[in-house]
């Protein structure tokens, strides 16, 4: 089981650009979830998938945060146009869509926007 | 609006002694609480989980405690070892769904 893979680790950007974060979940396990943690304000949920289909985006912050799951085994958050105040980790996660199912997290992108 | 608040950022420990982390809950339609554990450059890893029919789950070191009149739970570690050291997370939501809300986090430190 090679776990949830993020891509990619590190991106270092400048304002105004587009940012591309890409998720691979574990195989078989049909909710994914984008986080992002902050000081200030730990681990935020952003979005979550149920079979590809987004459930709940509530937590996106703006317009300028968009994300994708055009297949079981890849999704997408993108930001356009960047800002320096969406420097931060940004966490995808998965999980079966099975009462008390826990979440299995990738390592992050560490993001920066200068 | 923070419905899952952990307000100690830190806490340090002497290595054999137990340690406590709290958590708070502002929404008492949860019914399931979970605790993750996180090493630096890695993502949070689940620890233990408790639903809201009990008061109290056992795995090893670690108990979860639940107090839902309180809207209140706490993880204990006993013994406390060095490698426990890490950001531990409490996350509430439904046992019906994955719709988990996490708290900011406590930075726990077991000194040897």
């Known amino acids: 089981d090679a776990g949830v893979i993020q891509s990619p680790r590190h991106e270092v950007t400048e304002m105004g650009q587009e940012v591309t974060l890409r998720c691979k979940p574990i195989?078989?396990?049909?909710?994914l979830f984008w986080y992002r943690q902050t000081m200030m304000r730990g681990l935020e949920l952003l979005i979550y998938f149920n079979n590809n289909v987004p459930i709940d985006d509530s937590g996106m912050p703006e317009d300028r945060f968009s994300a994708k799951m055009p297949n079981a085994s890849f999704s997408t958050l993108k930001i356009q146009p960047s800002e320096p105040r969406d420097s931060a980790v940004y966490f995808c996660?998965?999980?079966?869509?099975?009462?008390?199912?826990?979440?299995?997290f990738g390592n992050g992108t560490r993001l920066t926007v200068t | 609006d923070q419905q899952v608040k952990q307000n100690s950022p830190s806490l340090s420990v002497q290595e054999g002694r137990i340690s406590i982390l709290n958590c708070d809950y502002t929404n008492s339609m949860f019914d399931y609480f979970l605790w993750y554990k996180k090493y630096p450059a890695e993502g949070p890893t689940f620890l233990i989980s408790?639903?809201?029919?009990?008061d109290k789950n056992e795995d090893g070191r670690f108990t979860v405690f639940l107090n839902k009149s309180a809207k209140h739970l706490s993880l204990h570690i006993v013994p406390s070892q060095p490698g426990d050291s890490a950001v531990y997370f409490c996350a509430a939501g439904y046992l019906s769904n994955n719709d988990m809300r996490f708290g900011a986090g406590t930075r726990l430190t077991v000194k040897p």
């Open positions: 408790i639903s809201s029919i009990k």
């Open positions: 996660a998965s999980s079966l869509w099975r009462a008390g199912s826990p979440l299995h």
């Open positions: 195989s078989g396990h049909n909710s």
